[in-house]
């Protein structure tokens, strides 16, 4: 069992994990925008352009 720093609630840690992904899966839940902010840096790098395409059907 682990404690919300945030709402304060218990965390129930199902057999088998660790408390680390019990507390992200009640912050998915109950905090998702604490959760999102983490998320700001992946959309970053979603906005760094891929690799060039290259032209279909230019024939
Ligand atoms: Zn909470």
Known sequence: MAE???C???IE???GWSVGPAVRRHYWEAHPER???TRADK???EAIPSA???RA???
């Open 4 to 6: 919300c720093r945030t």
């Open 8 to 10: 304060g609630a218990t």
């Open 13 to 15: 840690v199902p057999e």
């Open 35 to 37: 959760m999102q902010k």
């Open 43 to 45: 959309k970053a790098e």
């Open 52 to 54: 060039p395409q290259s």
């Open 57 to 59: 059907g230019d024939r």
